[in-house]
């Protein structure tokens, strides 16, 4: 296991297009977490997964922005009717069960660009 | 949520060590403090974690007051590799009830 996997790693589309993104977390870990940063900020929490349940949701996550983790395993998330706003890195990560003090294991992002 | 507080940005030298002072004085009692390390165009990556007094990795050092309301994060002769941008968080991952949430971070400029 090589550690958090991100696809594609740069996608540019146009305005109102939808867009779906893909991360493989690392395989023991069963805590899934979505982020979007914007450049010079910190990185904004999205949402989070524990196995297949979808436990937290920002207000962040308008309704153009679903996630899913439909065996407990890889999530993708999914924009629709994007807009230049969404342009940002979006970043998958992964940890163990609550109670384990190692952190989370964040992949490389998918930089998004609507233009 | 505990608030952080930390510089926008820290200049430094080759060889110099570097710490990095975090606020947090609404740290609850379950709430544990975590610093990760960030490059461009990649995610951050966990550098160190504590609860209270001291803790040392191969990596770095965190110091935590005995009021728990602030963190320093202690870098030893730093590298130009260093540069880079350093959070400091605050959360309850004891039981895990909620995400991590980031600040803006600390910009760490290493110069030769």
């Known amino acids: 296991d090589t550690g958090v996997s991100q696809d594609p790693r740069h996608k540019i589309t146009k305005r109102g297009q939808n867009v779906t993104f893909r991360c493989d977390p690392i395989?023991?870990?069963?805590?899934l977490y979505w982020y979007r940063q914007t450049l010079g900020q910190g990185p904004e929490f999205l949402t989070y997964f524990q196995n297949e349940a979808q436990l937290e949701k920002s207000r962040l996550l308008s309704d153009r922005f679903s996630a899913e983790r439909p065996k407990g395993s890889f999530s993708t998330l999914e924009i629709q009717r994007t807009e230049q706003g969404d342009s940002a890195m979006y970043l998958c990560a992964s940890s163990f069960p609550a109670g384990d003090l190692y952190g989370y294991t964040f992949g490389s992002g998918t930089r998004l660009t609507v233009v | 949520l505990a608030k952080t507080t930390q510089p926008i940005s820290m200049d430094s030298y080759e060889g110099q060590e570097v710490n990095i002072t975090c606020s947090h004085n609404?740290?609850?009692?379950?709430?544990?403090i975590t610093w990760y390390q960030q490059f461009p165009s990649q995610g951050p990556r966990f550098i160190i974690q504590?609860?209270?007094t001291k803790v040392t990795n191969e990596v770095a050092s965190l110091f935590i007051p005995a009021d728990r309301k602030s963190s320093t994060l202690s870098l030893p002769r730093v590298s130009l590799s260093d540069t880079a941008v350093y959070y400091c968080?605050?959360?309850?991952?004891?039981?895990?009830?909620?995400?991590?949430?980031f600040g803006s971070g600390t910009r760490l400029q290493v110069q030769p």
């Open positions: 395989s023991e870990h069963n805590r």
């Open positions: 504590g609860y209270k």
């Open positions: 609404n740290i609850a009692t379950n709430d544990y």
């Open positions: 968080l605050v959360g309850d991952e004891g039981t895990g009830r909620r995400a991590l949430t």
